[in-house]
């Protein structure tokens, strides 16, 4: 058969069919079409099972490579056209023009001409990538990895752990991600050896997120690979980690002190579990959390009471301390106390610590 869908004439052809086997043999020199025979020549098209069946190895799904912008380095001449004499064509130009665009701009400019779509993608141009309160689709993930941003906001997403994981291992150079609202199942994502070495990692409000699941998190990742083994876990750089709304305890953060030692912000509001022997974990003078603390958020963190206070002045780095407000703790003692060891009230009851102040 050739590719017109016609038979070759003197040629015998063999049709399989579910129920019989037809033989014919074609005699027109002009041959003929599938189509013609009728119901002997109707040919059906195998399904994946059956082309399953007939191989002795499993057949694997075609899978589409998804590619992130060429380096600079790298760019082909038509790509970098430094030197055009028209300002509209030429890249260094046209670059600094399209970073004063928004979002939707951007995507307008994508349809001018090939070449403008192209530079509009450039990952310099896409240093932070929010898609909020949307369905993550696979449009979504090609075009998050062909930008290669810096700061992912996936925060009330509907995004799959494969999805997620599949994201991770394609933006090696990712520095901030924000899945605030997530569920459990998606954070663990982050507990492989693909996660890249992220500065800022938000979790707020994550579903199912306590002290065991976090410890989970925090933990070395297993590979796969016998040659591959992380003495520590792929979060261990984090400097900003923020809980606010879970459901970690004094176990929990405990792990947090072992397991993170670079941390500096610390964002532990509306977690209804902790203690005041929480903050005492944090101050413990054995840890390094203790000396690089700067900024502490346990507002609403009912649990805590005035005993609270006095572990606080065991963190000297400290420079943002938010408190109130606190169920068993009055705005009036927080004042008081904030002033004695320096520190300023602002107009949010938020204690900050300035330089003079601490000279």
């Known amino acids: 058969m050739d590719s017109m869908g016609n038979f070759a004439p003197g040629k015998e052809y063999l049709l399989a069919n579910p129920s019989e086997s037809v033989r014919f043999q074609v005699v027109d020199d002009k041959g003929c079409k599938a189509s013609h025979i009728g119901k002997v020549l109707h040919l059906k098209k195998p399904s994946w099972e059956e082309l399953q069946a007939r191989v002795s190895k499993p057949l694997l799904y075609p899978v589409i490579i998804v590619r992130p912008l060429e380096p600079s380095n790298k760019l082909t001449e038509e790509y970098c056209n430094d030197e055009s004499p028209l300002p509209y064509m030429n890249r260094t130009i046209m670059l600094r023009v399209f970073c004063y665009l928004s979002v939707k701009e951007k995507f307008i400019v994508m349809q001018v001409c090939k070449t403008w779509a192209r530079w509009a993608i450039y990952p310099s ?39 997620l994981l599949w994201l991770l291992k394609r933006l090696p150079q990712l520095r901030k991600l924000h899945l605030q609202g997530q569920s459990w199942e998606v954070v663990e994502a982050l507990n492989s050896t693909y996660c890249p070495f992220l500065d800022v990692l938000d979790i707020s409000h994550c579903g199912n997120l306590t002290s065991i699941t976090l410890s989970r998190l925090l933990s070395v990742p297993v590979s796969i690979h016998s040659f591959y083994a992380d003495l520590a876990t792929r979060l261990c750089s984090l400097k900003e980690l923020r809980l606010a709304g879970t459901l970690i305890g004094d176990d929990g953060l405990y792990c947090v002190t072992r397991s993170l030692p670079s941390l500096t912000c610390l964002d532990l509001s509306s977690c209804q579990n902790l203690t005041d022997f929480s903050v005492a974990i944090l101050s413990h003078p054995e840890t390094p959390l203790s000396y690089n603390l700067s900024s502490l958020d346990i507002r609403d963190c009912n649990k805590l009471t005035f005993a609270a206070l006095t572990y606080f002045q065991f963190f000297p780095s400290m420079k943002k301390l938010a408190i109130y407000p606190c169920l068993q703790i009055p705005l009036r003692l927080i004042r008081n106390w904030g002033r004695r060891n320096g520190y300023a009230v602002t107009d949010d009851n938020i204690l900050e610590k300035n330089n003079a102040s601490t000279k």
């Open 125 to 163: 141009l896409w240093k932070t990538v929010q898609i909020n309160h949307k369905k993550i689709n696979p449009m979504h993930l090609m075009g998050i990895v062909r930008r290669q941003p810096d700061t992912l906001d996936l925060s009330w997403a509907k995004i799959r752990h494969g999805q």
